[in-house]
């Protein structure tokens, strides 16, 4: 969903060559543009299964490029974005996460032990092959229906 409160949208069209976001730690460059196309395919990926308006995506991680493909993802559907702090305590972030619901969850790598623990039906390591797939086709591309390396389903018993 695209509309006239869209920042992004409007500033990708205005200069989408523009640096706007520089990682301190690599020194690596993401431009209006490529932030605009970033949002587009992680928008379609959670769409695809089943994000939409209202709905919450959370993020455990920490500072990284992914709060902003989450934010502007999540504008483009109606659903909510939710960082979590990752300096909570365990059962702070498992009182969050009861608390917003959330359909998907997004860890780093460092934390995906304690990702593990929380009740989400769905979580992807942001710094796996499989979030790296969606950001550049807007769906990954396994159609055996084996979950991706990276893409955890839970059963209805919570376990992985």
């Not at 523009?18 to 959670?46: C, H, K, M, P, S």
Request: proline fraction near 4%; aromatic fraction near 8%.
């Amino acid at each position: 969903m695209i509309g006239k409160s869209d920042w992004l949208e409007r500033r990708s069209r205005l200069a989408p060559g523009r640096v706007a976001v520089i990682d301190g730690d690599t020194g690596q460059r993401w431009t209006y543009g490529d932030l605009r196309e970033r949002a587009n395919r992680l928008a379609r990926f959670l769409h695809s299964h089943g994000v939409g308006k209202g709905d919450r995506v959370t993020l455990l991680a920490p500072n990284h490029l992914a709060y902003l493909d989450m934010l502007w993802a999540c504008a483009r559907l109606g659903a909510i974005f939710v960082p979590l702090n990752w300096r909570l305590a365990a059962t702070e972030l498992a009182e969050v996460v009861n608390d917003c619901t959330p359909s998907l969850l997004f860890v780093h790598a460092r934390f995906a032990d304690r990702a593990a623990k929380l009740a989400v039906p769905h979580t992807m390591v942001i710094e796996d092959a499989a979030y790296l797939e969606v950001l550049s086709y807007g769906r990954l591309k396994r159609l055996d229906g084996a979950a991706p390396r990276g893409w955890w389903h839970r059963g209805a018993d919570g376990r992985v």
